[in-house]
């Protein structure tokens, strides 16, 4: 079992490499003999990939050299195979087959959580209703879980320590390369005291596609997902989508009609998510979550 999490861990060092080009390499890797469940029911998502790495550079000592420098600096890397992986992760589809975390690793196991997005651009509305509805959730206990981009993100996270509870950054490139910069202190505070994660190794530079692909791992980890502000088109009703795809909960923020910021929450309500007045509406549902 060490063998195969060092060579997830490696593989995902590989430049350029794909989710599929690791599904690949794990089918044709004749030692990993007992496939868990949740490969078997995504290889129809493989596809064919003839620049695998090889095992020599698996066993690369600059590969090693990396990893045993990320564990000095507190990093750690968890495996889809690990036990404190999380459950509801596995679940989704292409799950990480790596996450690398700083901070405090029992939150991964805490429920419920619930994911809150939005736009980049907080209106005072967004800004308002999140100091009104967080503090209800953080004293029951719920762990709130975003992306660290600027606007409704920020403002989650800093809101969620705030009132002494738990959050989550899932962030795009690597722990090493926080973007935005202007969140790299939030991003230090939330190491030492909370966590932060990403798919990708520390060194990676965030590219432009690392962030929608990140969305599924912050609404895959979390009960359910909560957008506040959103434009059509938002980026955070891609991550509404992985949530109604994968059958988790929906909640939205309504506004005003004539408030852009409002016009993407709104559809969701009238495509069925659950509409948001007080912090009760989000706890009726995450209380079916022990």
Not at 59 to 85: F, P, V
Request: aromatic residues 8%.
């Amino acid at each position: 079992m060490d063998d195969i999490r060092e060579k997830l861990i490696a593989l995902m060092h590989y430049p350029g490499i794909s989710w599929s080009a690791v599904l690949q390499y794990i089918m044709r890797d004749p030692s990993l003999q007992m496939k868990p469940r949740y490969i078997q029911q995504n290889l129809f998502s493989s596809t064919a990939h003839t620049n695998l790495p090889s095992t020599t550079f698996l066993q690369s000592e600059i590969i090693i050299e990396q990893i045993r420098q990320y564990e000095k600096n507190g990093i750690k890397a968890i495996t889809i195979l690990d036990e404190n992986y999380p459950s509801l992760l596995k679940e989704i589809y292409q799950p990480p087959w790596v996450l690398f975390a700083k901070g405090n690793l029992s939150l991964l196991a805490k429920q419920p959580k619930l994911a809150v997005v939005g736009s980049r651009q907080a209106t005072q509305y967004g800004k308002s209703a999140i100091r009104l509805l967080f503090p209800p959730l953080v004293e029951t206990g719920v762990v709130i879980v975003s992306g660290l981009a600027n606007g409704i993100d920020t403002l989650a996270h800093e809101n969620a320590m705030k009132n002494g509870g738990d959050t989550i950054a899932v962030i795009a490139g690597g722990l090493n390369r926080i973007y935005p910069k202007e969140n790299t202190e939030l991003a230090r505070e939330m190491m030492k005291t909370q966590l932060v994660v990403s798919e990708y190794p520390p060194n990676t530079k965030p590219e432009r596609w690392h962030f929608p692909a990140r969305n599924r791992i912050i609404s895959g980890m979390s009960n359910g997902t909560f957008i506040i502000e959103a434009k059509r088109k938002s980026g955070s009703l891609i991550t509404a989508n992985y949530a109604v795809n994968e059958g988790r909960e929906v909640f939205s923020l309504p506004g005003s009609i004539f408030n852009p910021y409002s016009l993407g929450t709104n559809d969701l309500i009238q495509q069925g998510a659950k509409p948001v007045m007080s912090s009760e509406d989000i706890l009726d549902e995450l209380r079916l979550y022990p």
